[in-house]
């Protein structure tokens, strides 16, 4: 059997604050702000795209997002899930 070796490297991720409009299904436009993890803007959006499509049955061009801003410091985040995983040391993945 051949041996395989894992590279591990270390990237940092950040916490972003993401804000926009979203075009439910009845036609109501509604305001909203979340906190993701991730390690750039673009892997955020992505995570925002995903998790508001998947709650609210929504496709991508109902989503619209106006701000990404990154939060530096951990007492600025309010969801207090992303808050213990941005104070956490060291996230082992298998």
Not at 25 to 37: A, D, I, K, Q, W
């Amino acid at each position: 059997m051949a041996k395989i070796d894992k590279v591990v490297s270390m990237v940092r991720a950040k916490t972003y604050r993401v804000t926009g409009k979203m075009r439910l299904r009845n036609g109501e436009r509604v305001r909203f702000t979340t906190e993701v993890r991730g390690i750039s803007e673009e892997e955020a959006r992505e995570k925002v795209y995903s998790n508001l499509g998947s709650r609210h049955k929504l496709k991508r061009r109902h989503i619209y997002i106006e701000k990404i801003e990154e939060v530096e410091k951990l007492e600025d985040i309010k969801n207090t899930y992303v808050q213990q995983l941005a104070a956490a040391d060291k996230i082992i993945v298998f």
